[in-house]
């Protein structure tokens, strides 16, 4: 569920805490361990401020260390696990992403929209009968906004000057030789998903995942996440696609809008 984000007085702001997860967020899959002028780089932080917030992240647990270098421990999986089972939308969608698994033998995602990355927030693969495996699809796994199936029916549910102004300036990483990176042609695929409520995405995050999502909206009208299936390439063919999965995300998509 979308939270709108209420300004926050200047006294009310801990600009210890905001570095410390800045120094947090620094660790990612491109680099999963990091020095002190490694962090303070991604951080913005001078080396001795990201030197002291990786000391204390260290000692908390959340960071594991050489003396040298940092990385992520198991602890930072606290506040994963805590979300996963607290937050209302993981637990309202996952028994028609299961069920949907079992229909299917596919494999089925839900996502959620974080600045320029979506976040899977819950999943579902039917045992022994997945086709396609795509790598780095789990639970919390964030990735690119602009080159994903879901990405792209959450950015064409902006207003059209939002997402004009998320586009401007923007470099658009190619990912694969099939990402589309430019301006123009990025636009158009918006539009289009726009027009028929849905995206398709082929090998533009991964070479060999092809993946098709629909918009799961609330009463209001407001879309809360995206629902999308990886599929083999012979499944996302247009005539297959209309035949067999899309009908099926957008019946769930029309389910689940009363509970979101």
């Not at 300004?7 to 800045?22: N, S, Y």
């Not at 990786?54 to 992520?72: I, N, S, V």
């Amino acid at each position: 569920m979308c939270v709108v984000q209420r300004p926050l007085a200047k006294a009310d702001f801990i600009e210890g805490m905001a570095k410390g997860m800045a120094v947090l967020e620094s660790f990612d899959t491109e680099r999963q361990r990091l020095n002190a002028t490694q962090a303070a780089e991604r951080a913005g932080l001078t080396r001795a401020a990201a030197r002291r917030h990786l000391l204390t992240l260290a000692h908390l647990g959340y960071l594991d260390t050489d003396g040298t270098h940092y990385w992520l421990s198991a602890k930072v999986l606290r506040f994963s696990g805590s979300y996963l089972a607290s937050a209302r939308l993981p637990r309202l969608l996952q028994p028609t992403l299961n069920r949907l698994a079992a229909q299917t033998r596919e494999s089925f995602s839900a996502v959620v929209l974080d600045g320029d990355e979506v976040v899977i927030v819950a999943r579902s693969v039917a045992v022994g009968g997945q086709r396609l495996m795509a790598y780095g699809l789990h639970l919390g796994a964030r990735l690119p906004v602009h080159a994903t199936s879901t990405g792209r029916v959450l950015l064409a549910a902006m207003p059209r000057a939002e997402f004009e102004s998320w586009l401007k300036g923007r470099e658009l990483p190619r990912l694969t030789p099939r990402t589309v990176v430019d301006h123009r042609g990025f636009r158009a695929i918006i539009t289009r998903v726009r027009k028929g409520d849905f995206a398709v995405a082929s090998e533009e995050h991964e070479l060999g995942v092809h993946a098709l999502a629909v918009p799961l909206r609330n009463m209001q009208g407001r879309t809360v996440a995206a629902l999308n299936v990886v599929a083999s390439p012979e499944r996302l063919d247009t005539e297959v696609m209309h035949k067999d999965l899309l009908p099926l995300l957008l019946d769930a998509a029309r389910e689940l809008r009363p509970l979101l």
